[in-house]
């Protein structure tokens, strides 16, 4: 097929046909033109380490607020954090802006809040957060495991269903929040009774799924030589998924010792 760029057309500056020939000058400034360097497609190298520095910061994040936000304004500090993270989720997400400062940024973010409501737990459930922490990476495993074994497949009715299945908890967790301004419990999803229960359960599946779209969205984005800064739109999407797996787990976690 005939190139339409002049300089590698047949009848481009250098063809016979075009009749014209280039000067000893404009051959000297092409020569000393910098050659073009492809730009350097993603690896899995680069989603572990993106992603190792994400978690990194959002766990230095968490401990920190855990040990220097007092009591007395955690609750505003947390709140804070939130909006701060979702107004970085959203530049990340919709505004299709993807680079090392927003990710490591919402990381540092969310890891305030995650620090704060860690420690909040862990003055009342002495010993959970470890337990969450260790059911998360339980979780991680197991989900890398039956990914890589391909026990359960990623096709795009299985990705229709999953986040389906994600907007209605959000949808329920919504609704729950506003019936509880007038009724104590709200519809009884976060309550310690059966409903609660299976929520719970539900949430934390809902959130191993999404760690399977992850792994597949990675798988797809190295075999498609998607560019280099696509690994941080990876260490994102992972992060999503464990903070989400990890705040679940602590709340179910938590069911267990009010029954002592």
């Known amino acids: 097929m005939e190139s339409r760029n002049p300089v590698f057309s047949r009848r481009g500056a250098f063809g016979q046909q075009s009749g014209y020939a280039p000067s000893p000058q404009h051959l000297q400034n092409m020569y000393d033109?910098?050659?073009?360097?492809?730009?350097?497609?993603?690896?899995?190298?680069?989603?572990?380490?993106?992603?190792?520095?994400?978690?990194a910061t959002l766990t230095v994040a968490g401990a920190l607020a855990w040990?220097?936000?007092?009591?007395?304004?955690?609750?505003?500090?947390?709140?804070v954090a939130v909006i701060i993270g979702v107004v970085l989720w959203a530049i990340v997400t919709f505004g299709r802006k993807v680079n090392g400062p927003l990710v490591l940024g919402f990381a540092a973010s969310y890891g305030v809040a995650v620090g704060v409501i860690s420690?909040?737990?862990?003055?009342?459930?002495?010993?959970?957060?470890?337990?969450?922490?260790?059911?998360?990476?339980?979780?991680?495993?197991?989900?890398?495991t039956v990914y890589s074994l391909r026990i359960i497949r990623v096709t795009p009715k299985f990705t229709r269903f999953v986040i389906a299945a994600a907007m209605a908890l959000v949808g329920l967790m919504i609704l729950n929040?506003?019936?509880?301004?007038?009724?104590?419990?709200?519809?009884?999803?976060?309550?310690?009774?059966?409903?609660?229960?299976?929520?719970?359960?539900?949430?934390?599946?809902?959130?191993?799924?999404?760690?399977?779209?992850?792994?597949?969205?990675?798988e797809q984005g190295v075999r498609s030589g998607a560019p280099r800064k696509a690994s941080w739109l990876a260490a994102f999407g992972l992060t999503l998924s464990l903070v989400w797996i990890y705040l679940e787990m602590l709340r179910f976690l938590s069911r267990f010792y009010s029954r002592n």
């Open 33 to 55: 033109a910098p050659a073009y360097t492809p730009q350097r497609s993603m690896t899995i190298d680069d989603v572990v380490v993106r992603s190792f520095l994400t978690l």
């Open 67 to 79: 040990i220097f936000v007092p009591d007395r304004v955690a609750n505003a500090v947390a709140l």
């Open 119 to 144: 420690h909040a737990y862990n003055d009342v459930y002495n010993g959970v957060v470890l337990q969450a922490v260790i059911g998360t990476a339980l979780a991680f495993g197991a989900m890398l």
């Open 177 to 218: 929040l506003l019936v509880s301004i007038f009724h104590v419990g709200g519809i009884g999803i976060r309550g310690n009774g059966a409903l609660g229960f299976v929520f719970s359960i539900a949430a934390i599946l809902i959130g191993c799924l999404f760690l399977l779209l992850d792994f597949d969205s990675i």
